[in-house]
């Protein structure tokens, strides 16, 4: 970052044209340098919405393993009588 401005320098330009890729007039420049504040704006914004998305994909993770479980313990229960059902759901419940 420290040679950052020293290459510029160096190569007759500025940081916003270095940052862009491209030569920037005069009457371009503010233009410009708001694009580019805004861009990194924006980049930074989305890197802090990756711990949100993370605790989202748990919490669908952890819903449709429930709805899972449920439709299996549902199906289950077709097949045997209630009293055994019932044992069944507090072993899961409990375990």
Known sequence: MSLLQPLCDALGISLNELFSGEHISAEEYKGKAEENISKLFKEKQLANYKPV????????????????????????????NSTILEVMLINVSYG
């Not at 998305?53 to 289950?76: H, P």
């Open 53 to 80: 998305k993370y605790v989202f994909s748990i919490c669908a993770n952890a819903t449709l393993f429930v709805a899972v479980t449920e439709l299996a313990v549902g199906l289950i229960g077709i097949f045997f």
